[in-house]
């Protein structure tokens, strides 16, 4: 079992960043293959951005490369999400999420564990 908690979320306007941190309990954060998904106001919930146990591997949803970097701390038991070059359209509530399969993944039924989610507003 593992609880996430996220926050950082915000309002900012268009081309500004934020960076959101996921921190997760337990002692075996280090073996979890963390996500980051979003749901945009009527839309279904999104793939952002995966990172391995290890951090050495990372995988991106196509809008966001280039804007996006997910990164993690083991010791301090948490995922962050860097988000550069806001745009209106990555307005929406973000999760992060916990999974322990081998292999990092965008597939959100790999993901038994999810935190409550934080708000960004990025305006125009």
């Known amino acids: 079992q593992v609880q996430l908690v996220e926050s950082g979320g915000g309002l900012v306007q268009a081309g500004g960043s934020l960076r959101l941190s996921c921190a997760a309990s337990g002692r075996t954060f280090s073996s979890y293959v963390m996500g980051w998904f979003r749901q945009a106001p009527g839309k279904e919930r999104e793939f952002v951005a995966a990172?391995?146990?290890?951090?050495?591997?990372?995988y991106y949803a196509d809008f966001v490369k280039g804007r996006f970097a997910i990164s993690r701390d083991n010791a301090k038991n948490t995922v962050y999400l860097q988000m550069n070059s806001l745009k209106p359209e990555d307005t929406a509530v973000y999760y992060c999420a916990a999974s322990s399969i081998a292999t990092i993944t965008d597939l959100q039924y790999e993901y038994p564990y999810w935190g409550q989610g934080t708000q960004v507003t990025v305006s125009s």
């Open positions: 990172i391995s146990w290890s951090g050495g591997s990372t």
